[in-house]
């Protein structure tokens, strides 16, 4: 086993893999990375060149860039070659375990370049937040350190976490920085995951969907390193290709355009049948797992399922031969799923013949006899069973074609150099063919005068069908790196507000003038006129980011009433005006009147969340986390808003619903996802 798979979770949670580690996979990875960089530099050489054979003028100077373009073809297949072959290693990423076992098809993960925002980010915060940009370093490094993290996971359940944790946490990147219709400067790139060949763009979604697919990636892998003599082994494996399959649909049916091959859709759909195939293949490995009895009804049941087998990979072998894909997957792949239909074919029959062989006449006095009359795609005439010899040349026919298969299985095995290199896949083969000439030979002996009836195909059947799992965005909590930046529901960066101006107030005839609701941030609901509030500059639908020096972005209604109770007679404030949206009006905001409805849901120790429908909530960040109560308050006399304080004189306009800055991930992808 790779080291990379026995360190602890929390370990590769925090760390992921370490890419200087010698083991085989890491090497693997590695020099698929050194292998992009190579097929970069010589598609940018090869640009060039041709550039300047347009360009050029003179004909010697014509002759000589053609033969520096020739040079640099040549090195350019040359190291798709070398790609190709290493994303044809397959025995890398299987079991070590002694027992011989069909391999399965993983994926190598996307390789991608060193990616530096500090620059970008700090100026947004600067210019759009109206913040000191040096508070926030250890932000950005944090994010900038978890993108270098995940691009090197571990291969288990921690370095799906770490990928999901990186991909939730684009929610929130994108909604902070990603101003809507300006270009800021960051270009993701991302290389594709069979040719080498890299791609940029500016969009978030590119970069997610990128993640998505090395997520998948790597269920591929951990699914390929079962061991699937065993039980939880194979369990394991049916339940990681489901869910590669559910993330390789989830990008067919929401990212379109893409700008790589591996993320095109014809790919995405070969790949989807590819992983729901090797689930069918680990079912029917379940099946026969420890033996079985050896009986008619055992033996139909068993064909069913191969036959099922072989039907799923006949699929896979249609999508990879589409014109649209079948130069883009490695040969090797084409070579292994067409071994894989021929192979488990053959074996629909085998089991078939079994049937036929074993069934006796009282076997075919009860129900079992319907269960040949199905066996095949034609429905079998019940009279075919009534003579032994017309079983007995029956199961015959099953064998001769199950013996065809193999050959043909074997075949197309030793015509493929990397397939030669795969000697459990080799060993299984043999032995089954092995066994179905002996099996042939025995029957030869018995009755060599039995003419070998022609035997149709069996129906494909299984106990359990394979569907692709939907990825589980909720399965990772995250918490907002840049939450000091205040709720995303009004600091975001598609919203705009003025800078953050200081307003001082001295308590006049025990009012200061003005009344807040909400929280997280609160809001200023009415100012009173000619009091100290509207002398001050402050306007109704203006937020408190700061009392003194206290930032109360993220306050709650009752933390911040306390706030200014404890200024007494003056009161300092920072406060800002948004300028994109009516955050105190949403209705007019949207040219409609809608009467706000509140619903309190009580928590354990006695408090409770007053909600609003999700678009009729002006205060409620879409990030995710933690509500509390929020209300309607009015500074007048001092001993009024003591009471206020207590409790005693909050209106039931509770209109918010604040939020820390967790997130549940299927927010995430909802709200943040622009496919």
């Not at 298969?405 to 030669?420: G, S």
Request: with cysteine; proline share 4%; aromatic share 8%.
């Amino acid at each position: 086993m790779d080291s990379d798979d026995s360190t602890s979770t929390e370990s590769f949670k925090k760390t992921g893999c370490n890419p200087l580690t010698q083991t085989v996979r890491t090497k693997l990875q590695k020099r698929r990375c050194d292998l992009n960089q190579e097929i970069n530099k010589e598609l940018m050489m090869r640009a060039g060149a041709e550039n300047l054979f347009k360009a050029a003028a003179d004909k010697k100077l014509k002759e000589t860039v053609a033969l520096e373009l020739s040079f640099v073809n040549s090195n350019l297949q040359l190291l798709k070659e070398e790609l190709a072959e290493l994303n044809s290693c397959m025995t890398d990423y299987q079991n070590d375990g002694s027992t011989a076992v069909v391999p399965m098809i993983p994926l190598g993960l996307k390789e991608t370049k060193d990616l530096d925002v500090r620059t970008p980010f700090q100026d947004i915060i600067l210019e759009h937040y109206s913040e000191d940009q040096n508070l926030y370093c250890d932000e950005i490094q944090e994010f900038m350190d978890l993108r270098q993290t995940m691009r090197t996971p571990s291969r288990n359940d921690a370095g799906v976490q770490l990928l999901f944790e990186y991909y939730n946490q684009l929610y929130f990147i994108e909604n902070r920085f990603f101003i809507p219709n300006r270009n800021i400067g960051i270009h993701f790139h991302w290389f594709d995951s069979l040719t080498g060949v890299p791609s940029s763009q500016r969009s978030v979604a590119f970069e997610k969907a990128s993640v998505l697919f090395n997520i998948a990636a790597l269920y591929t892998q951990i699914g390929a390193r079962q061991d699937r003599s065993q039980l939880p082994g194979l369990q394991t494996a049916i339940e990681t290709f489901q869910k590669a399959a559910g993330i390789f649909k989830y990008l067919h049916d929401n990212f379109k355009f893409a700008p790589s091959r591996d993320m095109h859709p014809d790919s995405l759909k070969s790949l989807v049948h590819l992983m729901l195939a090797q689930v069918q293949e680990c079912v029917m490995e379940r099946k026969v797992l420890g033996g079985f009895q050896k009986n008619a009804q055992v033996f139909i049941s068993v064909a069913h399922e191969a036959a099922a087998v072989s039907e799923s990979y006949g699929t896979v072998y249609t999508d990879m031969t589409q014109t649209s894909v079948k130069d883009y997957v490695p040969s090797t792949w084409m070579a292994m799923v067409l071994v894989k239909k021929q192979h488990f074919h053959a074996l629909a029959h085998y089991y078939a013949s079994l049937a036929y062989i074993e069934v006796n006449d009282e076997d075919l006095k009860n129900e079992l006899v319907m269960e040949f009359v199905r066996i095949h795609k034609k429905m079998t005439n019940p009279d075919a069973l009534a003579s032994p010899d017309d079983r007995l040349s029956m199961g015959k026919g099953h064998l001769h074609e199950a013996l065809i298969l193999h050959e043909e299985a074997i075949r197309v095995h030793n015509t493929c150099k990397q397939l030669r290199k795969i000697d459990t896949f080799q060993e299984v083969l043999q032995h089954t063919h092995t066994r179905s000439i002996s099996r042939y030979a025995d029957l030869e002996q018995e009755d060599d005068f039995l003419d070998v009836a022609g035997a149709p195909s069996v129906m494909p059947k299984t106990s359990y069908r394979a569907q692709s799992v939907p990825p589980d965005f909720t399965s990772i909590l995250v918490t907002d790196i840049f939450h000091r930046l205040g709720p995303l529901t009004v600091f975001s960066a598609k919203h705009h507000w003025s800078p953050p101006r200081r307003v001082r107030m001295t308590r006049g005839q025990g009012s200061f003038g003005f009344t807040v609701r909400g929280d997280s941030p609160v809001i200023i609901a009415s100012v009173e006129a000619d009091s100290p509030a509207a002398v001050s500059g402050m306007m109704e639908g203006d937020f408190i980011v700061a009392i003194g020096d206290i930032n109360v972005k993220w306050a709650k209604h009752s933390e911040l009433v306390g706030m200014i109770h404890s200024s007494m007679e003056n009161l300092v404030m920072d406060i800002v005006t948004p300028t994109s949206k009516n955050f105190l009006s949403p209705s007019q905001s949207n040219n409609a009147l809608s009467e706000v409805m509140t619903q309190s849901n009580s928590e354990p120790g006695g408090a409770s969340h007053h909600t609003l429908p999700n678009n009729l909530q002006p205060f409620a960040p879409q990030d995710g986390g933690k509500s509390g109560t929020g209300g309607k308050m009015k500074f007048s006399t001092l001993a009024n808003a003591r009471r206020a304080s207590a409790g005693t004189e909050n209106t039931t306009e509770n209109e918010t619903k604040s939020r820390s800055g967790s997130l549940q991930p299927d927010e995430s992808f909802r709200n943040g996802c622009l496919w």
